[in-house]
């Protein structure tokens, strides 16, 4: 009953409030409402059973909800008649989509901050309560109730569309959608190594992926979050140490989302997410084609040429034609003083220097990244690998 | 309903001329479609003067009431369906590449 009830939740809250927003403009109203459904569907499914069609049955609860508090306030005539009109469209329909689109487009909008559009949308979209949206960006709740409101403030004020753009404006603004939907889904590490709101990132990226069937980049991201979240269960070790690729076990990965991911290849075009995904998906290989990997890092460097995706492409190409190689095109992403400090440009330096055979440099070298490093984990790890370098 | 956009410089401004759009070929898109209700250029800020009334007395200020390096240069009364409709016509301003303008919706008090 549970299991059904926070199925249907899910599935429904995000349309209820997207919904009422479209037809009253109240971005409270529409969430108070769809909570009080939520908590009378909590209260009676148990006693009279999960209703054939539960979607539309809390859209109906919320409906009905929202014309008690309208007629109440005998100053809102107009949201009153939209939301009595609201009745004949009970088809759980293209409409409701379209509103969902509006509302994440809408909670994604650039004149919002970035902070405050992923936890718009975690809060609009995908009804996360605020106090789990504050643990994850580190606040107290009243800080985080206070954020949103400001947001919820600023749209109407400001006068913020509800609406999809369309034409030039939409491949300008997709990208800052699909960069909120990717920050949800790297944003808070939990415990297990798994990213906090994962699962909530992915449902998004799929519905957008749905709705928007002939954005290729919507595809991409989708792509590059099913294969990454994949090797969730692998990531670690039993003391809870970070394992590399090649020291996970495999058998632990789950192969239906990584048959999805490579799915979805195909579609997906060639853009930063697409190549990303493509990455991902020859890590799945086994053995890896490093020619390959470090083509696609070729490509991910000309569109975001920044020090570290240089320096993650640097250590794909030592693997693929040899540590000389990775170790020119690390010099170069280091040009100007980029990465200096940076522990991980430090450990592939290292790691790169030891397979060209100078032990005395990588030792050196592991010793000044476990410096470097804020993670006793890591540290013990690269101090570990300098003492190798010793032994030899 | 109405924006006010306000025009001020800014402290790093766009460097390359490319593609910078003429002042006149602004004033004819937005005022000749009515998009816009009216605007200046302001004198400079250095002759401002400040008014405020503080237990009765007048108190006069010689300058802007806050000495900041980007300055107020002049203002748009924008008539817009909403915030995106603003933004469109304010990344077509001059001034959006050589200083940066700042939209606000009005906020009517219904005197």
Same mark, same amino acid.
């Given at each position: 009953m549970k299991d059904a009830l926070a199925a249907a939740a899910q599935e429904s809250y995000g349309r209820i409030v997207a919904t009422l927003i479209r037809v009253t403009g109240d971005w409270d109203l529409a969430e108070d409402c769809a909570q009080e459904a939520l908590a009378t569907a909590l209260e009676k499914w148990p006693g009279e059973g999960v209703p054939a069609n539960p979607g539309g049955w809390l859209m109906t609860v919320a409906r009905n909800r929202a014309i008690d508090v309208?007629?109440?306030?005998? +100053?809102?005539?107009?949201?009153?008649?939209?939301?009595? #009109?609201?009745?004949?469209?009970?088809? !759980?329909? !293209?409409?409701?989509?379209?509103? /969902?689109?509006?509302?994440?487009?809408?909670c994604c909008h650039p004149a919002l901050s970035l902070e405050a559009r992923v936890a718009l949308t975690l809060r609009t979209v995908c009804g996360v309560p605020t106090g789990e949206i504050a643990r994850?960006?580190? +606040?107290?709740?009243? &800080?985080?109730?206070?954020?949103?409101?400001?947001?919820? &403030?600023?749209?109407?004020?400001?006068?913020?569309?509800? /609406?999809?753009? =369309?034409?030039?404006?939409? =491949?300008?603004?997709?990208?800052? +959608?699909?960069? $909120?939907?990717?920050? #949800?889904?790297?944003?808070?590490?939990?415990?297990?190594? *798994?990213?906090?709101?994962?699962? *909530?990132?992915?449902?998004?990226?799929?519905?957008?992926? @749905?709705?928007?069937?002939?954005?290729?980049?919507?595809?991409?991201?989708?792509?590059?979050?099913? #294969?990454?979240? =994949?090797?969730?269960?692998? %990531?670690?070790?039993?003391?809870?140490?970070?394992?590399?690729?090649?020291?996970?076990?495999? &058998?632990?990965?789950?192969?239906?989302?990584?048959? =999805?991911?490579?799915?979805?290849?195909?579609?997906?075009?060639?853009?930063?997410?697409?190549?990303?995904?493509?990455?991902?998906?020859?890590?799945?290989?086994?053995?890896?084609?490093?020619?390959?990997?470090?083509?696609?890092?070729?490509?991910?460097?000309?569109?975001?040429?920044?020090?570290? $995706?240089?320096?993650? /492409?640097?250590?794909?190409?030592?693997?693929?034609?040899?540590?000389?190689?990775? #170790?020119?095109?690390?010099?170069?992403?280091?040009?100007?003083?980029?990465?200096?400090?940076?522990?991980?440009?430090?450990?592939? !330096?290292? *790691?790169?220097?030891?397979?060209?055979?100078? @032990?005395?440099?990588?030792?050196?070298?592991?010793?000044?990244?476990?410096?470097? &490093?804020?993670?006793?984990?890591? %540290?013990?790890?690269?101090?570990?690998?300098?003492?190798?370098?010793?032994?030899? | 309903m109405k924006f006010m956009m306000f025009v001020c410089t800014d402290t790093e401004p766009e460097t390359s001329e490319a593609g910078v759009p003429a002042i006149e070929q602004w004033v004819a898109d937005t005022y000749d479609k009515g998009r816009a209700v009216m605007g200046e250029r302001l004198a400079p800020a250095t002759t401002a003067t400040t008014v405020r009334v503080r237990g009765g007395e007048l108190l006069l200020t010689d300058g802007p009431f806050a000495e900041t390096t980007e300055v107020i240069c002049g203002f748009d009364i924008l008539e817009c369906a909403d915030l995106d409709e603003a933004i469109e016509i304010a990344r077509s301003h001059p001034m959006a590449y050589h200083g940066r303008l700042e939209l606000r919706a009005f906020d009517p008090l219904n005197l």
């Open positions: 309208l007629r109440r306030a005998t +100053v809102e005539q107009r949201k009153l008649r939209e939301v009595l #009109l609201l009745s004949a469209e009970a088809k !759980e329909s !293209e409409e409701w989509d379209d509103d /969902r689109l509006r509302l994440i487009f809408t994850v960006f580190l +606040v107290a709740e009243p &800080t985080m109730t206070r954020r949103l409101t400001r947001a919820k &403030t600023k749209i109407s004020t400001a006068n913020i569309p509800y /609406r999809v753009p =369309s034409g030039p404006a939409l =491949s300008e603004r997709l990208p800052g +959608v699909l960069a $909120v939907i990717y920050l #949800l889904f790297t944003r808070g590490y939990t415990n297990d190594g *798994e990213p906090a709101f994962a699962d *909530e990132a992915i449902r998004l990226a799929r519905l957008l992926r @749905r709705l928007m069937p002939d954005q290729p980049e919507a595809a991409g991201l989708l792509a590059l979050c099913l #294969l990454q979240h =994949s090797r969730r269960r692998a %990531r670690r070790d039993a003391a809870g140490h970070l394992l590399t690729l090649d020291q996970q076990d495999r &058998t632990l990965w789950d192969h239906e989302a990584i048959a =999805s991911g490579l799915a979805l290849l195909p579609t997906a075009g060639r853009g930063a997410y697409a190549t990303q995904a493509h990455i991902a998906a020859e890590h799945t290989r086994s053995p890896a084609d490093w020619p390959a990997i470090a083509g696609w890092y070729d490509r991910l460097v000309a569109l975001q040429p920044t020090p570290v $995706v240089r320096l993650n /492409r640097a250590v794909a190409h030592g693997f693929a034609y040899g540590p000389a190689r990775g #170790l020119d095109l690390l010099a170069e992403a280091r040009a100007g003083g980029a990465l200096d400090g940076y522990a991980p440009a430090t450990a592939a !330096e290292a *790691e790169l220097t030891a397979r060209l055979g100078d @032990r005395i440099r990588a030792e050196l070298l592991f010793r000044t990244a476990a410096d470097e &490093t804020t993670s006793p984990a890591e %540290r013990h790890a690269l101090l570990g690998r300098a003492t190798e370098m010793e032994d030899a | -």
